[in-house]
């Protein structure tokens, strides 16, 4: 065969592959649907009103929550908020005290938590979730660092039956040994997802980092062997030291009338015996923050790069607003880091700030899940961000839109009968009275821009900050150069892994 | 065990005492208790509201429901257009736009939305996007009413005014940033899509899932955005619902002179679809690098509303509602094959999917799994007695009630009732759309729609070295 001819048939072969491929292209169904219009697009004419805009000036919520408040002789309080608008009741039964008042280690707790959902000296777990389906209600137990309980919400004519079943499984769990042996197992099975998934994995680190893992916030990973030495006697004794109706509340918020409320707490929870007074609270100081100041977390097949700058305070509570307010101006859906970051570099779809608050601490994080090649210039744009504040405070204008973002956000909870009882919940195991809440949108607008300097310079200062990066092993040189001393590494529990 | 051993401070004689004491309260209160939950049954409360409903002249149907109650306003425009009407490449551009509706318009400066916004005191601002809706929302003070439908209706005339290359770029790579998170970095964040491609034909609008791929977003171009929208993005092809705290002549005088002169821009007529071809029983084996086996089995159900929807919304609470369903008492009790087990029915327009998700227990298979998931769906040949049918049109009734609560939901519901059909003066949120329903209709529609039917089972391997978003690694048909 001629070379000419070879040629001839082998460009026939790739135009033949080719027209095949295209032929496939052409014939491959894609969706049925409506073409679209891309003929020239005619648009609105203008009207002049339109060029006003509308009043946008923030405003003052008037929501007053007068809670009616009563105490059983046995110590237990009911705090009660009559709403009406639908028949819907949210109980719950807030224990004010967590693992940190009494030093319960974290499988101990966790696994207190999933017992009480287990099943009653009346009815075994399966007969609990039966009832409450029954009755459409849903429930959860909370097991925080301060405080911990169980909910359950239920339409307005089960209140009764509620109050009853949060009562039975309160004071009453079965604790047995299969139970518990099922329980520990379904619990270290849970573990060894934590210490991969990625919220998990910063959840455990953000703590260690920030408080140190002896600190009772600290939110250690418990050794294997603690685990499996544990017995149920132990989640019993943790219960009895918790579930105490002096140190309990009963928060009702629905459509409740006083009358039937009282007659329904005073049956079900009057024979819950201990009068005594409640255990004073742990005083657990906060340490210097501890360790170090910068760490990643390797993750090798991750498409993004989580980065999170964190300060860390104690409650002064006089603070915490403004704290709140500084926050939400660098990082809140407005703020002009946030367009920088996201919108601009479009370095990240997920970026916010947020704080957390507890009894005695709060700690504030700023940053996201970002692009890896702009994960490090979005760190410095965050840092930069801080700095500034910091320097030189920010404008009044940023001040207003962050305390009306804080205040939208809390009168959308507290309009809830389920997010009124979260606002008591974290009100409550803070160690502050109910009213605290009310008094809330007050404290918001008393925050001044010189507030928000000087919390700027209080809490964020350099040597207070820290860096946590979830993410490729090759930002490790990256971040070293960034002035944070020694960079350590760490799994996704929290500890340090050897180098 | 008396109350007095768990406060742990009483001697041991006195706890005895009171036990006794104690057992015989408890025996009365035991009683008491019995008698509550037997004679719990809910008579369905009346949770009716007002509502007013026009249609404005530039075809843009107006809804709204005051509730003095309420302490706030919510704002919600619903247009009817979602990723099923994306042309085959350009999958995405349905959320895409919805980010662009942020970018600002002609009397809307870039980002000026979230600033006004914020300013105002507004929670809930969002987009959403589905198969068939794009919802934009937002909860205000109700002194602020004026500035959210000056807004929207600014971005619903005026957007394009604003798009450009810039914008358009900003928010590829915010979308595909939201891919990345939502997919890519996501435990099995691609077997929805794997299975939604396995139950719908690539000519179906449902093929492809809304999010798109970065290759399809990434192939979007500033014209596409602009015929999107110049389709689909008129008043005449929108519902807008306001919600609490709201005067209805105040807002619907507000409405006119904000959407009654916008252009009606009326939308296309869809093409009709083929009938789906029945499902062909189908094994899909994914692998994963996560710690657990996973099993999903999903069916091709009714359209929302159409006959059997409702049906399999009861069965889904039957088979998985809870923690106390048919498939909770038979999977997660000894021997305890599977750690969690989930039913919905997931109703769209164009037709639904029925779904079972398990996660199977350490030393089992899925294998076993499936078996007893076809097992549990076998206990409907035998009927469903009261007791289950209370329990499942209690979840439903009590899961559309709490949220009510929320005067968005309610804009949300009033937004979603049938274009076609006259908008009813009262609305309880459907409170009552499943206490008709009898044990022999959901028994029938499992039978008929699950049991006889075709599926897609997926099977999630942990494999060492596959993305933990998951990867199809065989297709097997078991019918031909």
Known sequence: MTTRRRRRRASGRLAAALLLAATATACAPGPIVAPLRYEPIVLAPDEPFRARVPDSSPTMPAVSLPFRVVTLANGLRVAHLERRGLPIVAIRLIIERGAADVGAPVDTYAILAEMLDAGTLDRSGDQLSAVYARLGAARRSFFGQDGCGLSVKVGAESMDTAVALLAEAATRPRMSVVDFTNTRARWLADLANTGYARETSLRWSTRALLFGRAHAYGFARPALAHTQALRVEDIAALHARLFHPSQATLVVVGDATAEALDASVARWFGAWSGAAPPAPRASWPVPPIPGPRAVLIERKDRAHVDAMLFARGTAADEDLVAVEVLVRALGGLSSPLRGQVRNERGAAYAFGAFVVKMRAAFYAGIGGAFDPPKAMQSLDAILAGVRAVRAGGIMQDEVDRARSSLLADWRARVSTNDGLSDTATAALTAGQPLEAMAAYPARLQAVTAADVWRVAQRYFGEDALRVLVLGDGSLHWELAQRGFGALERWNGYGEPIAP | ?480
């Open chain 2, 1 to 480: 065990m008396s109350l007095a051993r768990f406060s742990g401070i009483l001697p041991e004689v006195s706890s005895e005492r009171r036990t006794s004491r104690g057992a015989a309260r408890h025996v009365v209160a035991l009683l008491f208790l019995l008698v509550a939950i037997v004679t719990s049954r809910r008579a369905y409360a009346d949770v009716n509201r007002p509502v007013h409903a026009r249609r404005l002249s530039s075809g843009l149907r107006l809804i709204v429901c005051p509730d003095p109650g309420s302490a706030d306003v919510s704002v919600l425009v619903r247009y009817n257009v979602g990723a099923r009407d994306e042309p085959g490449g350009l999958e995405g551009l349905a959320h895409l736009v919805e980010h662009l509706m942020f970018t600002g318009s002609r009397h809307l400066p870039p980002r000026e939305i979230e600033r006004l916004l914020t300013r105002a005191g507004a929670s809930n601002l969002n987009g959403e996007t589905s198969n068939d809706h794009t919802f934009y929302h937002e909860t205000l003070p109700p002194e602020r009413l004026e500035l959210a439908l000056w807004l929207e209706s600014d971005r619903m005339g005026y957007l394009l005014d604003r798009v450009d290359e810039a914008a358009l770029n900003s928010e590829r790579a915010a979308v595909i940033n939201e891919y990345r998170d939502r997919v890519t970095d996501m435990a099995l964040g691609e077997v929805g899509g794997i299975t939604q491609a396995e139950l719908f034909p690539s000519w179906h609008p449902y093929h492809h899932a809304p999010v798109g791929t970065i290759e399809s977003l990434a192939s979007i171009r500033l014209a596409d955005v602009r015929a999107f929208v110049n389709t689909w993005y008129g008043p005449a092809n929108a519902t807008l619902a306001i919600s609490g705290k709201v005067d209805p002549a105040a807002a619907m005088a507000l409405a006119e002179r904000y959407f009654g002169s916008l252009p009606a821009r009326a939308p296309p007529t869809r093409p009709a679809l083929p009938a789906l071809p029945a499902l062909k029983r189908t094994f899909l084996q994914v692998g994963a690098q996560v710690t657990r086996k996973e099993v999903r089995v999903a069916w091709l159900t009714p359209p929302l509303g159409a006959p059997g929807d409702a049906e399999l919304d009861v069965a889904a609470v039957i088979l998985a509602g809870g923690q106390s369903g048919w498939l909770q008492q038979r999977l997660l009790t000894a021997p305890r094959v599977a750690t969690s087990i989930s039913a919905a029915q997931r109703s769209s327009r164009l037709a639904s999917v029925f779904e079972l998700r398990a996660v199977v227990a350490e030393g089992h298979t899925e294998r076993e799994v499936f078996t007893a998931i076809e097992q549990g769906l076998a206990r409907f040949v035998g009927g469903i007695d009261e007791g289950d049918m209370l329990r499942a049109k209690m979840t439903w009734y009590n899961g559309k009630l709490f949220a009510l609560e929320s005067s968005l939901r309610w804009a949300v519901q009033l937004s979603l009732l049938p274009e076609a059909a006259p908008v009813p003066p009262v609305f309880d949120g459907e409170l009552g759309k499943y206490a008709a329903i009898s044990p022999a209709q959901v028994r029938a529609a499992v039978q008929q729609l699950l049991v006889r039917a075709g599926w897609v089972v997926t099977m999630v391997e942990p494999t060492r070295g596959a993305p933990s978003r998951g990867v199809l690694r065989a297709r097997v048909q078991v019918e031909p």
